[in-house]
């Protein structure tokens, strides 16, 4: 009894450890930057981009091999950061067949990093999104609406890595804007921290938004 007892300690010792190892404890962005840093830190770390002035939280320059790209960080009300963004857009992507082109290259990067997405299933998305579907959101359905504009999403991806305390959902969205006098292309790649309280947060204002419709009928 005794000696099965050991062994099954030791085996659920192995199970956890295992289970520990296959979520990250931190999960590293560009630079070393990490989700809860400050501007600050960021400044001290990232030295390959330029900043776009000194109150901006835009950065210029080569990103994933295409020059001219922008990084976008995003803070929450303690200043700590929570998302950041990538934007390719018409110094590489001129026309369709150069966007599909940066698509599909960042989009087998990111399986290579963190294996196959999750999504674009049915024209569903999941219930947290980040920067790159916000932005891309904006653009396509309210400029994409005014006179003499239209747009569209053309390729939208997206995956979700955990933590030891937080998940990240990273996002890849291709579309464009036409106006009158030109169209701008765009591929956007974004990565957002939330928490298991954020989701069940989006969950019940998704499920209000619901009742408010159904609650009519």
């Given at each position: 009894?005794k000696?099965?007892?050991?062994?099954?300690?030791?085996?659920?010792?192995?199970?956890?450890?295992?289970?520990?190892?296959?979520?990250?404890?931190?999960?590293?962005?560009?630079?070393?930057?990490?989700?809860?840093?400050?501007?600050?830190?960021?400044?001290?770390?990232?030295?390959?981009?330029?900043?776009?002035?000194?109150?901006?939280?835009?950065?210029?320059?080569?990103?994933?091999?295409?020059?001219?790209?922008?990084?976008?960080?995003?803070?929450?009300?303690?200043?700590?950061?929570?998302?950041?963004?990538?934007?390719?857009?018409?110094?590489n992507?001129?026309?369709?067949?150069?966007?599909?082109d940066?698509y599909?290259t960042?989009?087998?990067?990111?399986?290579?990093?963190?294996?196959?997405?999750?999504?674009?299933?049915?024209?569903?998305?999941?219930?947290?999104?980040?920067?790159?579907?916000?932005?891309?959101?904006?653009?396509?359905?309210?400029?994409?609406?005014?006179?003499?504009?239209?747009?569209?999403?053309?390729?939208?991806?997206?995956?979700?890595?955990?933590?030891?305390?937080?998940?990240?959902?990273?996002d890849?969205?291709?579309?464009?804007?036409?106006?009158?006098?030109?169209?701008?292309?765009?591929?956007?790649v974004?990565?957002?921290?939330?928490?298991?309280?954020?989701?069940?947060?989006?969950?019940?204002?998704?499920?209000?938004?619901?009742?408010?419709?159904?609650?009519?009928?």
């Amino acid at each position: 009894m005794k000696k099965t007892a050991s062994v099954l300690g030791l085996f659920a010792l192995s199970l956890f450890l295992v289970c520990c190892a296959l979520a990250e404890a931190e999960f590293p962005l560009r630079s070393d930057i990490h989700f809860g840093d400050t501007m600050e830190d960021i400044l001290s770390k990232e030295k390959t981009l330029v900043r776009e002035s000194d109150e901006s939280s835009v950065f210029l320059g080569t990103i994933a091999g295409y020059e001219n790209s922008t990084c976008s960080f995003f803070f929450d009300d303690d200043n700590r950061l929570t998302g950041m963004n990538y934007c390719f857009d018409r110094d590489n992507c001129s026309d369709r067949d150069s966007t599909n082109d940066v698509y599909k290259t960042l989009y087998q990067g990111l399986c290579r990093k963190y294996g196959d997405p999750i999504g674009n299933t049915g024209g569903t998305v999941e219930l947290i999104t980040g920067p790159a579907f916000d932005r891309m959101a904006l653009i396509v359905y309210t400029l994409g609406a005014m006179d003499g504009c239209s747009a569209d999403y053309m390729d939208y991806d997206e995956w979700v890595v955990d933590t030891d305390t937080y998940h990240v959902k990273i996002d890849m969205t291709s579309y464009y804007l036409r106006t009158s006098a030109d169209t701008l292309y765009l591929v956007d790649v974004s990565y957002q921290k939330y928490t298991d309280e954020d989701f069940e947060n989006a969950l019940a204002a998704k499920q209000n938004e619901r009742d408010t419709v159904d609650n009519d009928l």
